[in-house]
């Protein structure tokens, strides 16, 4: 947990809002913005901007009109407008910064679908708030059983309800299309509540579910990651990585974001590195690539007739040894370019602590044998000897 106020108490439950990493405090940086221009005041004359953002559930922002001018900071609980009825969210970020995310996610600042902010939250708004969050685990599990009796292909993975109570959302993924008007009939009588069902895919489930990736930290979408590019496996062979599904592919199943971080300074590398697919046209025989290394400019080459002896060769030795090549000119051998083959120095890990064994704090084993041996050679004592 990232504050103070929702740290882990007993049992592992969050100790303060338990609201397992959205609280109210809003340090637990699940796509959170900072808010770099807080300390700075606005120019005379400067009316501050009247949209602010505002987190719901899980990832669930938008951004919402300030039309009563309420003093709002980060951290309060407001009501806004919805659909139908009003719902409850947290005020992630306010003044000039939410002009720049909503030009981000383009929209417009006078288009007049933008919602407005009824008031601050009262106690009465965050009881019943509280009360629809506290159902949300019963009525999934209660909903899953419903789709499991009706055999719909579908995962209800989240349920989130309105902040007044009126309407509940289950978002569900499903790899073809479903039918659930009889899902929808069912779970309305045995809810007595509205429902929306709507259809996300298996990334913005990762998203809204979180979780630890294979690095041991939380999940980059659920975090701080708020679009989603298109990631191929041609991002893996840039980057030379095995090709191994279990490897590449994240918590949701497809590709892992994290592939197209480093993906520009590789295709950067490559555009002076010659091609794996090169050939070396030598006196000794024809010589082709068996590995690059991008990070030591490094290119390891064999002989057709020889393929297991490589010998490294700069990348500035190939580019102009293929030059040679298209003007039908031949090198003696690979040898008189190939780098000296340098045994790397194995590091030898030694004990700072003062050379002391692992085992040094177990018991010594007895060796049952010798005592065997000296129960056998021991004289037996005589029974009438006293």
Same mark, same amino acid.
């Given at each position: ?7 882990? @108490? ?5 100790? !303060?809002?338990k609201n397992? !990493?959205?609280? *109210? /405090?809003?340090?637990? &940086?699940?796509? #959170?913005?900072f ?11 400067q ?23 309420l003093?709002l ?6 009501? #806004?407008?919805?659909k139908s ?6 005020? $992630?970020? /306010?003044g000039?910064l ?18 407005k902010?009824y ?15 506290d ?35 289950? =978002? ?8 659930f008007?009889?899902?929808? +009939? ?11 069902m709507?259809?996300?895919g ?7 579910? !979180? @979780?630890? @990736?294979?690095? !041991? ?5 659920s $975090? ?8 191929? #496996?041609?991002?893996?062979? =840039?980057?030379?990585l095995?090709? &191994? %599904? ?6 949701c *199943? ?19 590195? %010659?091609?794996q ?6 006196? +000794?025989?024809?010589?082709f ?6 990070? +030591? ?7 057709r007739?020889?393929?297991? #002896?490589?010998?490294?060769?700069h ?7 293929l030059?040679?090549n ?9 040898e ?24 040094r ?14 129960r ?5 004592a005589?029974? &009438?000897?006293?």
């Amino acid at each position: 947990m990232g504050c103070s106020s929702c740290s882990t @108490g007993k049992d592992g439950q969050p100790r !303060g809002c338990k609201n397992n !990493g959205t609280c *109210g /405090t809003d340090g637990c &940086n699940k796509l #959170t913005v900072f808010d770099w221009l807080s300390n700075m005041s606005l120019p005379n004359g400067q009316k501050p901007f009247d949209c602010v953002e505002v987190r719901f559930k899980n990832s669930r922002k938008g951004f919402f009109r300030n039309t009563e001018n309420l003093p709002l900071a980060i951290g309060d609980v407001v009501a #806004t407008q919805a659909k139908s009825g009003h719902d409850i969210g947290i005020v $992630t970020l /306010t003044g000039e910064l939410v002009k720049v995310q909503m030009k981000k996610k383009k929209v417009a600042f006078d288009d007049e679908s933008v919602l407005k902010i009824y008031r601050k939250a009262s106690q009465r708004d965050i009881d019943i708030w509280q009360k629809c969050r506290d159902k949300e685990p019963e009525i999934q599990k209660r909903s899953r059983e419903i789709a499991i009796s009706l055999k719909l292909q579908m995962k209800l993975s989240d349920v989130e309800f309105q902040g007044d109570g009126s309407k509940a959302t289950f =978002y569900y993924t499903a790899e073809d299309r479903v039918d659930f008007r009889q899902l929808i +009939k069912d779970m309305a009588k045995a809810f007595s509540i509205r429902i929306e069902m709507r259809q996300i895919g298996y990334r913005q489930e990762a998203q809204r579910l !979180g @979780g630890i @990736g294979s690095c !041991g930290r939380e999940l980059c979408c659920s $975090t701080w990651l708020t679009d989603f590019r298109s990631v191929s #496996t041609a991002s893996a062979r =840039y980057q030379q990585l095995a090709l &191994n %599904p279990q490897k590449l592919a994240g918590q949701c *199943g497809k590709l892992k974001c994290c592939l197209n971080y480093e993906l520009d300074m590789y295709l950067e590398a490559l555009k002076d590195f %010659p091609s794996q697919d090169s050939k070396l046209m030598t006196e +000794k025989g024809i010589a082709f690539c068996q590995k690059a290394d991008i990070f +030591k400019e490094t290119l390891w080459f064999s002989y057709r007739d020889d393929p297991a #002896t490589w010998h490294a060769l700069h990348k500035e030795h190939v580019t102009e040894i293929l030059e040679m090549n298209k003007k039908n000119e031949k090198i003696a051998s690979l040898e008189e370019y190939a780098q000296d083959n340098v045994n790397e120095e194995k590091l030898v890990f030694e004990n700072v602590v003062g050379q002391d064994s692992l085992t040094r704090f177990d018991k010594p084993r007895k060796n049952k044998r010798n005592n065997k041996k000296r129960r056998k050679n021991k004289p037996k004592a005589s029974r &009438n000897a006293q």
